[in-house]
């Protein structure tokens, strides 16, 4: 079983900036992915990034891509999302998961993920 936390969400305004962590504990795997999705009222969960533990390979959304950085802390497993320059459509519940297993093509899909956060809510004013 394995347990993620995560942190650091809040309200900011719109140019701004916020860090989230995801704190990963329990069973983890060498071969896993960690990923962050988001989901606004109203709207299906979507992917935002994810990161390969091995390999450090990193994967964003077309519409975070340049703004969000994703990275990972091997010695204290934990994933990082560091978000610039955030407009108010970036709003959301933010989720930290994890995949064993997860192949490349699929890094980006809900279903390759097996735990989940409670998710951190990140709120952009404009």
């Known amino acids: 079983q394995v347990q993620l936390v995560e942190s650091g969400g809040g309200l900011v305004q719109a140019g701004d900036s916020l860090r989230l962590s995801c704190a990963a504990s329990?069973?983890?795997?060498?071969?896993?992915?960690m990923g962050w999705f988001r989901q606004a009222p109203g709207k299906e969960r979507d992917f935002v990034a994810a990161?390969?533990?091995?390999?450090?390979?990193?994967h964003y959304a077309d519409s975070v891509k340049g703004r969000f950085t994703i990275s990972r802390d091997g010695a204290k497993n934990t994933v990082h999302l560091q978000m610039n320059s955030l407009k108010p459509e970036d709003s959301a519940v933010y989720y930290c998961?994890?995949?064993?297993?997860?192949?490349?093509?699929?890094?980006?899909?809900?279903?390759?993920?097996?735990?989940w956060g409670q998710g951190t809510h990140v709120t952009v004013s404009s």
């Open positions: 998961a994890v995949g064993n297993g997860v192949i490349l093509s699929a890094i980006r899909a809900k279903l390759s993920y097996n735990y």
């Open positions: 329990g069973r983890t795997f060498s071969n896993s992915a």
């Open positions: 990161i390969r533990w091995n390999g450090g390979s990193t």
